[in-house]
């Protein structure tokens, strides 16, 4: 269909409004293409030859085309007939939604549609952005259909049938002990609060020994109260990783506090990476107040 390849590739993202045209746009930023929203298309041809002769190297670039082009949309083929002279390679992908679903996109976030006439009809915006859609939507390489997707099978479909690429399924989780006399950490999914645990700090050869020694996490894990924690917690946090993983996200943040982030909290974060490392888990463990002492 396309005759070269070029420096660069091009997705242009268009479609009818609502239909997730900046949720495809942020997956794709997410994998690294460098993306822009809303281009005039009668620019698209230079941004095309800025990429070719960018310092930064762009090979992979994004185009997000809709609607609030105005009248400038109607410039949209004499800037692919551009594209195809020039022998730029690019892939276009529709993304629709029936008319149903998108009236309830827009009434559930209150937005008017661009192009709803006087008496401010969704139905009627709708019609005329398909009538002006039509041309491109028959000429797109792809046409994804979201009236039935979540976000995550979106970027499921993406992944699978637009970049001919397998989902890893990876998630990567990040353990933090804190202490709470310093903030919880802002970046946390789950917050579990050790403070009740038997604390090596009343110990006086423990007191000012951190729970990454052999000693102090002895002490803490010898008490049936701590093994009891670590086993509920465990079946929680694996329990939560496995539903996070089906929704899509690529990070989660565990954090385990207790009041200064030198005993307590050390321990229960390091073994409880032991748990999710021994799941099949990559796991980093961050104890953020080691260096605040007691």
Not at 116 to 133: M, N, V
Not at 146 to 167: A, F, I, N, Q
Not at 170 to 179: A, K, Q
Request: hydrophobic residues 35%.
């Amino acid at each position: 269909m396309r005759r070269k390849t070029a420096k660069a590739t091009f997705y242009i993202i268009t479609g009818l409004s609502g239909a997730g045209k900046t949720f495809a746009n942020k997956c794709f930023e997410d994998m690294g293409y460098y993306c822009v929203d809303n281009l005039p298309p009668a620019l698209i041809p230079n941004f095309a030859e800025l990429c070719a002769h960018s310092t930064r190297e762009i090979t992979k670039a994004v185009l997000v085309l809709d609607i609030r082009g105005g009248r400038f949309f109607d410039d949209v083929f004499k800037a692919l007939d551009v594209l195809d002279k020039e022998k730029y390679k690019y892939y276009i992908l529709f993304l629709d939604a029936s008319d149903e679903v998108l009236i309830r996109r827009y009434k559930e976030t209150r937005r008017a549609h661009p192009l709803a006439g006087p008496d401010g009809s969704i139905q009627s915006g709708l019609d005329e952005e398909r009538r002006k859609l039509r041309r491109i939507m028959e000429r797109a390489d792809y046409h994804v259909d979201t009236s039935r997707m979540t976000p995550w099978d979106l970027k499921r479909e993406l992944l699978r049938t637009v970049l001919g690429e397998k989902d890893s399924g990876r998630l990567d989780v990040t353990i933090i002990s804190f202490g709470y006399k310093y903030g919880i950490p802002l970046e946390s999914d789950l917050v579990f609060d050790v403070r009740f645990l038997p604390n090596p700090f009343y110990q006086p050869e423990l007191k000012n020994v951190g729970g990454g020694s052999k000693k102090v996490a002895g002490f803490v894990m010898r008490h049936r109260v701590s093994r009891s924690f670590m086993k509920r917690v465990s079946d929680l946090v694996l329990f939560s990783l496995s539903h996070a993983k089906e929704e899509g996200k690529e990070n989660f943040v565990v954090s385990v506090g207790c009041t200064g982030g030198f005993h307590r909290s050390v321990v229960i974060a390091d073994e409880l990476k032991k748990v999710l490392s021994g799941n099949g888990y990559g796991v980093k463990v961050v104890h953020r107040d080691m260096r605040s002492g007691v």
